[in-house]
């Protein structure tokens, strides 16, 4: 997914604090927009406590970042705006230390990148419970409220490039590689080229040889049109809930052996915040719970493709759905 535009002096808060926790990470910055409440009430406990709300720097996760900033403001609590920091491991990390205070994080995430475990649990409740229940032990941070949306990886191919190879599966793009690996030129971002539920992980479980595969590293704002475009890529990393990909008329690859991990988005806390502040994971449930793959596809597409502002899709989402008014 693409990066977000974003105001340039909130982009340098968020570089300088990926880079030294002095540079004023933890301070945010304010909502773009005001929110009245809806179906959140002021919570006495929340009036005037300050929340940092933090997010990856995708489409997606800066949406997501802003409908828990919309959500917390409605509800009385001071919140600053954190969003679009790069990458999962600086998002994580500020987190950690108490930089950010809430977040939406995805289970398949926590369970391979930020905990270490090789091989994903099918089912989702169980994934996010192994994953809230190791993540506590391990580092005191608390999961609560994960939402039946489901932004996994997958490839994708134009349609005519399915039709031309035959390759609709997983396994059939393995056997591409192993036959032809110039037919099968791949486009792929940095993170998912490394990491262990990206491209290396999907290759041993598939069969084949990564260094085989013909892979170009773009952005991954980039990948969607390329490879509908279909002469640079062949095929490309995708997110499941990327409105572009019914915009584009890209073919999902089917994952025949399930090899992706569920990336349900969960409301993420350190220990000590979540017990001084449970009235936050009250709030957040019936969000989480409107949160399904056709409401989130949606809001990504008026952004990537409408070119519409992630907070202003965030608040009239909620705005839509009841939870807040407008001033």
């Known amino acids: ?18 880079l030294a926790a002095s540079c004023g990470l933890e301070s945010g910055g304010a909502l773009p927009l005001s929110v009245e409440p809806g179906s959140i009430q002021p919570v006495p406990e929340l009036e005037g406590v300050a929340i940092t709300v933090g997010s990856k720097d995708f489409t997606e996760q800066v949406t997501l970042g802003y409908i828990i900033e919309f959500a917390l403001s409605a509800a009385g609590a001071d919140v600053r705006d954190l969003t679009n920091i790069q990458g999962s491991n600086s998002t994580r990390d500020a987190q950690l230390d108490g930089q950010i205070d809430v977040t939406y994080e995805y289970t398949g995430t926590g369970w391979i990148n930020y ?5 994903p649990i099918p089912d989702p409740t169980a994934q996010f419970e192994a994953v809230r229940d190791e ?11 994960p939402a039946p949306m489901n932004n996994t990886y997958a490839l994708a191919a134009s349609r005519k490039t399915a039709e031309e190879t035959g390759v609709t599966t997983l396994s059939q793009y393995a056997d591409l590689v192993n036959r032809d690996p110039a037919a099968a030129t791949t486009c792929v971002e940095t993170e998912f080229n490394v990491r262990q539920d990206g491209f290396p992980g999907m290759a041993e479980k598939y069969g084949f040889d990564p ?29 499941t809930t990327d409105g572009r990909i019914i915009a584009l008329d890209l073919v999902l690859l089917d994952d025949d052996r399930q090899f992706f991990p569920k990336y349900n988005p969960a409301i993420t806390m350190r220990k000590d915040f979540a017990e001084a502040h449970p009235q936050v994971a009250e709030v957040m449930a019936p969000i989480s719970a409107a949160l399904t793959n056709e409401e989130i596809t949606e809001l990504n597409r008026r952004v990537d493709v409408e070119g519409e502002e992630p907070a202003d899709v965030a608040r009239d989402w909620l705005v839509d759905k009841g939870f807040v008014t407008l001033p």
């Open 211 to 239: 260094a085989r595969a013909n892979r170009q590293i773009l952005q991954t704002g980039i990948i969607y049109q390329a490879t509908a475009d279909g002469t640079q890529c062949k095929f490309g990393e995708v997110f």
């Open 1 to 18: 997914m693409n990066l977000v535009r974003k105001v340039v002096a909130a982009t340098a808060v968020t570089l300088c604090g990926v």
């Open 115 to 119: 905990l270490g475990n090789e091989i």
């Open 135 to 145: 993540d506590l032990e391990r580092n005191g941070m608390v999961w609560v409220d």
